[in-house]
């Protein structure tokens, strides 16, 4: 670790200083034995933001402390998830050598930085070139983080590129508060897109209702509901797309009713249904052989009913 925080004072004393335009991106408290990501500095430090971030374990992956860090999202900001969850995916997506790259990267006028530790300095890791539709990682400072840091620029990156998009950020003041809150045990109550309706077109979501079965001949017929949107199941998988409020969805309970009408419940192996809200699972309920029988014979061959599904916890109530 000496040798590569060695070789970063060594870059870090021949590289630019001066600001420049050209994108938006994250940057880290960067000391001579240390490399922090300044939402986590910013937000840990007690006069500023006194957020209690988690300690880093190096044996968690940046993969799984995304998924940790998602999950608080999903948890306090459920109109927000589909579209970082999103975002986040698209950039784990992007081959490491066309995203991790031996550059140096100018410092962007994008953070009102309030102050760094005597001997440190703020420098730029990320850059998102708005000109070239790019986002790039200086390769000697990103790979000197560990796997939270990383994570948390990653996280960075998701959530900057939606402020910007969606709520016409100009700066990064309240995504790095965001960041830091997703990686403690804190509510992530910092808004980053006002109005969060505009990050789906009209305040509308995608669904798309998904039922499998293993029969290749049912032996029933099933049909479930969704508000006002129904679907026929009458083949072994089964798909409906349609739209609804995206605030029906996530502030207010789901009730998806279904109604199974006789047949030789010997060939029922079993179905599950997929709720899908903007291509993220938002559901997934499965009713085995013995449930299909009992609904069947409960009422002689007949059955209906409902099932309540909280979308907001991403999970069958």
């Not at 939606?162 to 403690?184: E, M």
């Amino acid at each position: 670790m000496k040798k590569v925080i060695s070789l970063l004072v060594i870059v870090l004393a021949v590289a630019s200083t001066h600001a420049k335009e050209g994108g938006n991106g994250g940057g880290a408290h960067f000391c001579p034995n240390s490399i922090e990501l300044y939402d986590f500095f910013e937000g840990s430090n007690p006069l500023l933001h006194k957020i209690n971030i988690w300690v880093p374990d190096i044996s968690i992956s940046k993969e799984k402390y995304l998924e940790l860090a998602l999950a608080n999202v999903r948890r306090d900001q459920p109109l927000l998830y589909p579209a970082l969850r999103k975002e986040v995916d698209n950039i784990l997506a992007i081959p490491e050598n066309e995203l991790v790259l031996p550059i140096e990267i100018p410092r962007v006028n994008d953070a009102d930085i309030p102050f760094v530790k005597n001997g440190c300095e703020y420098i730029q890791v990320g850059n998102w070139n708005t000109r070239f539709g790019r986002l790039f990682f200086s390769e000697t400072y990103y790979k000197a983080m560990n796997s939270m840091n990383q994570a948390g620029l990653i996280l960075h990156e998701a959530v900057y590129y939606l402020a910007r998009t969606y709520g016409g950020a100009t700066n990064s003041d309240n995504v790095r508060k965001f960041v830091a809150q997703s990686f403690s045990d804190e509510t992530v109550d910092t808004s980053v897109v006002s109005g969060i309706t505009s990050v789906y077109s009209n305040g509308i979501c995608e669904v798309k209702l998904e039922v499998i079965t293993n029969n290749q001949n049912l032996g029933y017929n099933l049909s479930l509901s969704i508000g006002k949107e129904s679907i026929e199941v009458n083949s072994p998988n089964s798909v409906k797309n349609f739209q609804l409020s995206c605030e029906s969805i996530f502030q207010n309970n789901l009730w998806v009713s279904w109604n199974f009408q006789g047949g030789n419940t010997k060939r029922v192996d079993g179905i599950t249904y997929n709720i899908y809200i903007n291509n993220t699972v938002g559901a997934s309920v499965s009713y085995g052989r013995k449930d299909i029988e009992r609904a069947l014979q409960s009422t002689g061959g007949k059955n209906s009913g409902s099932k309540r599904i909280k979308v907001n916890k991403f999970g069958d109530e």
